[in-house]
Nanobody
Protein backbone atom coordinates (compact mmCIF):
# COMPACT_ATOMS: atom_id res chain seq x y z
CA UNK A 1 0.00 0.00 0.00
CA UNK A 2 1.01 3.62 -0.39
CA UNK A 3 2.37 5.90 2.31
CA UNK A 4 1.83 9.65 1.99
CA UNK A 5 3.88 12.48 3.50
CA UNK A 6 2.86 16.12 3.20
CA UNK A 7 5.24 19.07 3.35
CA UNK A 8 5.28 22.76 2.59
CA UNK A 9 3.01 24.09 5.29
CA UNK A 10 3.86 27.08 7.43
CA UNK A 11 2.91 30.58 8.49
CA UNK A 12 2.06 33.10 5.79
CA UNK A 13 0.41 36.50 5.71
CA UNK A 14 -2.97 37.00 4.11
CA UNK A 15 -2.60 37.37 0.37
CA UNK A 16 0.47 35.18 0.30
CA UNK A 17 1.08 31.82 -1.33
CA UNK A 18 2.19 28.34 -0.37
CA UNK A 19 2.70 25.14 -2.31
CA UNK A 20 2.03 21.91 -0.47
CA UNK A 21 3.59 18.66 -1.63
CA UNK A 22 2.46 15.10 -1.02
CA UNK A 23 5.18 12.53 -1.60
CA UNK A 24 4.27 8.88 -1.93
CA UNK A 25 6.27 5.79 -1.10
CA UNK A 26 5.62 2.09 -1.00
CA UNK A 27 3.69 2.12 -4.24
CA UNK A 28 3.58 4.34 -7.28
CA UNK A 29 1.20 7.27 -6.80
CA UNK A 30 0.03 7.03 -10.41
CA UNK A 31 -2.04 4.02 -9.34
CA UNK A 32 -4.21 6.30 -7.19
CA UNK A 33 -6.67 9.10 -7.52
CA UNK A 34 -5.44 11.82 -5.18
CA UNK A 35 -6.99 14.55 -3.14
CA UNK A 36 -6.39 17.27 -0.60
CA UNK A 37 -8.55 17.95 2.44
CA UNK A 38 -8.23 20.34 5.34
CA UNK A 39 -9.45 20.47 8.89
CA UNK A 40 -9.63 23.52 11.10
CA UNK A 41 -9.97 23.23 14.89
CA UNK A 42 -13.49 22.27 15.88
CA UNK A 43 -14.58 21.70 12.28
CA UNK A 44 -15.12 18.69 10.08
CA UNK A 45 -12.61 17.62 7.48
CA UNK A 46 -13.28 19.64 4.33
CA UNK A 47 -12.57 18.76 0.70
CA UNK A 48 -10.13 21.04 -1.09
CA UNK A 49 -9.23 19.44 -4.41
CA UNK A 50 -8.87 16.15 -6.26
CA UNK A 51 -7.01 14.94 -9.32
CA UNK A 52 -7.29 11.81 -11.44
CA UNK A 53 -4.45 9.32 -11.89
CA UNK A 54 -3.12 10.88 -15.06
CA UNK A 55 -3.90 14.46 -14.05
CA UNK A 56 -6.47 14.86 -16.79
CA UNK A 57 -9.35 15.65 -14.46
CA UNK A 58 -9.31 17.99 -11.50
CA UNK A 59 -11.95 19.12 -9.04
CA UNK A 60 -11.66 22.18 -6.85
CA UNK A 61 -13.89 23.11 -3.93
CA UNK A 62 -15.96 26.23 -4.46
CA UNK A 63 -14.43 27.80 -1.36
CA UNK A 64 -10.97 27.83 -2.96
CA UNK A 65 -11.77 27.92 -6.67
CA UNK A 66 -9.73 30.52 -8.49
CA UNK A 67 -7.11 30.54 -5.74
CA UNK A 68 -5.97 26.90 -5.40
CA UNK A 69 -4.68 24.56 -8.08
CA UNK A 70 -3.99 20.84 -7.82
CA UNK A 71 -1.40 19.08 -9.96
CA UNK A 72 0.70 15.96 -9.96
CA UNK A 73 4.05 14.74 -11.21
CA UNK A 74 3.83 10.98 -11.45
CA UNK A 75 7.51 10.70 -12.36
CA UNK A 76 8.26 12.32 -8.98
CA UNK A 77 5.50 10.35 -7.23
CA UNK A 78 4.17 13.65 -5.89
CA UNK A 79 0.92 15.59 -5.82
CA UNK A 80 0.83 19.33 -5.22
CA UNK A 81 -1.63 22.00 -4.25
CA UNK A 82 -0.68 25.56 -5.11
CA UNK A 83 -2.45 28.00 -2.80
CA UNK A 84 -2.57 31.67 -3.77
CA UNK A 85 -4.32 34.69 -2.27
CA UNK A 86 -4.49 32.94 1.06
CA UNK A 87 -7.04 34.09 3.62
CA UNK A 88 -7.14 33.62 7.39
CA UNK A 89 -10.05 31.22 6.92
CA UNK A 90 -7.71 28.91 4.99
CA UNK A 91 -5.92 28.18 8.26
CA UNK A 92 -6.11 24.44 8.89
CA UNK A 93 -4.20 21.19 8.86
CA UNK A 94 -4.00 20.06 5.25
CA UNK A 95 -4.10 16.37 4.45
CA UNK A 96 -3.19 14.45 1.33
CA UNK A 97 -5.35 11.45 0.49
CA UNK A 98 -5.40 8.66 -2.08
CA UNK A 99 -7.93 6.21 -3.43
CA UNK A 100 -7.58 3.27 -5.80
CA UNK A 101 -10.97 3.78 -7.41
CA UNK A 102 -12.42 7.13 -8.38
CA UNK A 103 -13.95 8.62 -5.19
CA UNK A 104 -17.69 9.07 -5.53
CA UNK A 105 -18.53 11.59 -4.33
CA UNK A 106 -15.11 13.11 -4.82
CA UNK A 107 -15.45 15.35 -1.78
CA UNK A 108 -16.28 12.55 0.68
CA UNK A 109 -13.34 11.73 2.99
CA UNK A 110 -14.53 8.14 3.53
CA UNK A 111 -13.92 7.43 -0.16
CA UNK A 112 -10.17 7.78 0.37
CA UNK A 113 -8.39 4.86 2.01
CA UNK A 114 -4.94 6.37 2.43
CA UNK A 115 -3.98 9.53 4.29
CA UNK A 116 -0.91 11.48 5.21
CA UNK A 117 -0.20 12.88 8.66
CA UNK A 118 -1.07 16.44 7.69
CA UNK A 119 0.79 19.74 7.49
CA UNK A 120 -0.24 22.93 9.28
CA UNK A 121 -1.06 26.04 7.28
CA UNK A 122 -1.57 29.24 9.24
CA UNK A 123 -2.61 32.46 7.52
CA UNK A 124 -2.27 35.62 9.57
CA UNK A 125 -4.38 38.70 8.95
Amino acid sequence: QVQLVESGGGLVQAGGSLRLSCAASGRTLSSYQSGWFRQAPGKEREFVAAISRNGGNTYIAESVKGRFTISRDNAMNTVYVQMNSLKPEDTAVYYCAAALGWPDPVDEPTQYAYWGQGTQVTVSS
